[in-house]
């Protein structure tokens, strides 16, 4: 299974009064590797959500632990994402949240649900994802069933295209 990997240091403002990480900075680094795998992998769509052409809404997230403690302050994390189903507009992905000298030892995991929707006017409608971020979810894809549905999402041309300002 192929994930896309970032590698975050704990800072000592991400841990509670106990001692180990916050809870919510989960989410967080979720969001931060989303971001950087755009930044690694497509750049070309950020320039699209900066424009708002496009947006991507996060309907669900989620988080379990695995452990009774978690991680600690400048503990080394490695954030692991793989996109377990893909449909259209909808994309879901997976996360695990491992230390950085023990790779099998999961300390939690997480799932996101993501929307893609398009400008049109002053309204966001349902819409694909851009064709590169698309092709660029292809290595990271688990299975031939997963790797077809991209392509066939690389095939489809939608009835209202996202509109390039460029």
């Known amino acids: 299974m192929t994930c896309f990997e970032i590698h975050h240091v704990v800072g000592l403002e991400e841990t509670s009064v106990v001692g180990n990480v916050y809870f919510t900075n989960y989410l967080l680094w979720q969001g931060h590797c989303r971001e950087r795998f755009l930044k690694d992998h497509c750049p070309e769509v950020l320039t699209q959500l900066e424009r708002r052409e ?15 403690w978690g991680f ?4 080394d994390v490695v954030i692991r994402m793989r996109l377990a189903r893909f449909r259209g507009g909808r994309m879901w992905l997976e996360f695990g949240y491992v230390h950085a000298g023990r790779p099998t030892e999961v300390v939690a995991t997480g799932t996101q649900e993501v929307h893609c929707k398009a400008r049109r006017g002053e309204l ?26 991209l392509q066939e999402a690389l095939e489809y041309v939608p009835l209202v295209p996202v509109v390039n300002r460029a």
Do not use: Q, Y
């Open 54 to 68: 496009i947006a991507f809404f996060t309907k669900s997230c989620a988080c379990e632990w695995r452990g009774e």
């Open 72 to 75: 600690s302050g400048l503990d």
């Open 124 to 149: 966001w409608m349902p819409a694909c994802f851009p064709e590169p971020l698309v092709r660029a979810l292809i290595p990271f894809a688990d299975g031939e069933e997963l790797r077809s549905s």
